[in-house]
């Protein structure tokens, strides 16, 4: 019954805590999330603007274009932020043409956390193919070892499949899945070697990712493991 009592106390005093950190103090501040990327976007000019939500839940369909600023605010890419905002009225006759007639000014940062996704946002070198490491495959050095390149702000990815040159987007991305579009592909013929067209084959499986110890797995759907690469350094 005490140790019943003691998590009940603890679990009280752990919710007046976080409510206390989230506590909105004024009738004009707000729970602000602020994407881990910004996204090009069009106003008076091609840009890129920050994806923001409104409300104390995250919910990732609801991520909105944020065409201002917010005072006071360090953003950094591949973090997701938590804030408080105080959102300021503007004479109208002092706003500039297009411009917003509210100013966002930072009250505070409840909580900043990597994105999990920009684990994969660098260059790797292949190591294997399904299970075969690329000496087993062919022993032919003039031809290139195939790397993967990606780019989680953009959701861009390119490359070189030991021969052609490859690029195209990321359709999807979370914690384990990776869906890629079908890839661009240049059209250079290389004799000698057969690691372009199993690397590609493998590469078009490919539906979840995990890193690990500065290596990335790529698997389809089922989890079978399809292209290995480590991180070049």
């Known amino acids: 019954m005490k140790n019943y009592l003691m998590l009940g106390i603890l679990f009280f005093v752990v919710s007046c805590a976080t409510h206390k950190a989230n506590k909105i ?5 707000y729970i602000y999330w602020v994407n881990s990327s910004k996204v090009p976007c069009e106003g008076v000019r091609a840009t890129n603007c920050l994806k923001v939500q409104k409300g104390d839940t995250l919910n990732n369909e609801s991520w909105q274009y944020f065409y201002s600023s917010i005072d006071g605010f360090d953003y950094v890419p591949g973090y997701i932020y938590k804030l408080i905002v105080r959102e300021e009225k503007i004479d109208k006759k002092k ?3 297009d411009a917003s007639s509210i100013k966002f000014i930072l009250v505070k940062v409840i909580e900043k956390r990597q994105d999990v996704r920009f684990r994969i946002n660098d260059i790797w070198v292949l190591v294997s193919i399904e299970g075969e490491t690329v000496e087993q495959i062919t022993t032919n050095k003039r031809h290139k070892i195939p790397q993967i390149e990606f780019h989680i702000a953009e959701m861009k990815v390119m490359g070189n499949d030991g021969c052609n ?6 359709k999807n991305i979370d914690a384990e899945n990776l869906i890629l579009s079908q890839l661009a592909i240049t059209k250079m013929a290389c004799m000698g070697t057969d690691i372009p067209d199993k690397f590609n084959v493998a590469l078009s499986k490919v539906a979840r990712y995990k890193t690990e110890n500065m290596q990335l797995v790529l698997s389809n759907d089922s989890g079978k493991e399809l292209l290995l690469f480590k991180k070049i350094d």
Request: neutral net charge; glycine residues 8%; proline residues 14%.
């Open 165 to 170: 040159n490859f690029f195209g987007s990321i």
């Open 95 to 97: 706003v500039p043409a």
């Open 25 to 29: 103090s004024k009738p004009n501040e």
